[in-house]
Antibody
Framework: EVQLVESGGGLVQPGGSLRLSCATSGFTFSSYWMSWVRQAPGKGLEWVANIKQDGSEKYYVDSVKGRFTISRDNAEKSLFLQMNSLRVEDTAVYYC????????????????WGQGTLVSVSS | DIVMTQSPDSLAVSLGERATINCKSSQSLLSSSNNKNYLAWYQHKPGQPPKLLIYWTSTRESGVPDRFSGSGSGTDFTLTISSLQAEDVAAYYCLQHYSAPETFGPGTKVDIK
């Protein structure tokens, strides 16, 4: 069974930092693109970032560029999101997600999601 | 960046009736390499993670009931629930995965009339 378990959320002051982690099991982690998606309170889903199987390609939504860094450890089957210079508007539930298809399939998209971890940015 | 819009913002449908949600992209999502439109649909219920329903416009994810169907091409797409069930009450989002950054539509809330 595929499992994605996020951790690292919490309350932080504006300008602070947090590092989210996503521990995975039940699939060959190193074969999948992985993503972070967030949902602010009362708002819709917002794609945040994704990373290629070997970490060689990373993409970000404009609002987090230069502040957030996505990374992965294939040996530990884990995904990370380093969040710096946090703003009130970064308050959201952050989901870790894996793609539907593994390496070799063109046009794959987000398939399975974790339960999410809440990040609250407030003074 | 590709901008996604959805309509309506919300709708209420009687049990057993059809629900139709529209999604429009600011540019074509059709890939010339494989002739697939890179458009997916997700269902999101409160307190749960989102669930993938459909990818490549019309391919149902494994285990998704066949009352959910997707159609469209280029910039205009539709999710149809042919016979609404009580468990279908949720928010529905389209997602373009044609180019980074990937972008979601604003969502459509579906409720029972």
């Amino acid at each position: 069974e595929v499992q994605l378990v996020e951790s690292g959320g919490g309350l932080v002051q504006p300008g602070g930092s947090l590092r989210l982690s996503c521990a995975t099991s039940g699939f060959t982690f190193s074969s999948y693109w992985m993503s972070w998606v967030r949902q602010a309170p009362g708002k819709g889903l917002e794609w945040v970032a994704n990373i290629k199987q070997d970490g060689s390609e990373k993409y970000y939504v404009d609002s987090v560029k230069g502040r957030f860094t996505i990374s992965r450890d294939n040996a530990e089957k884990s995904l990370f999101l380093q969040m710096n210079s946090l703003r009130v508007e970064d308050t959201a539930v952050y989901y870790c997600a894996k793609d539907v298809f593994s390496v070799g399939v063109v046009g794959t998209t987000i398939g399975t999601w974790g339960q999410g971890t809440l990040v609250s940015v407030s003074s | 960046d590709i901008v996604m819009t959805q309509s309506p913002d919300s709708l209420a449908v009687s049990l057993g009736e059809r629900a139709t949600i529209n999604c429009k992209s600011s540019q074509s999502l059709l890939s010339s390499s494989n002739n697939k439109n890179y458009l997916a649909w997700y269902q999101h219920k409160p307190g749960q993670p989102p669930k993938l329903l459909i990818y490549w416009t019309s391919t149902r994810e494994s285990g998704v009931p066949d009352r959910f169907s997707g159609s469209g091409s280029g910039t205009d797409f539709t999710l149809t629930i042919s016979s609404l069930q009580a468990e279908d009450v949720a928010a529905y989002y389209c997602l373009q995965h044609y180019s980074a950054p990937e972008t979601f539509g604003p969502g459509t809330k579906v409720d029972i009339k």
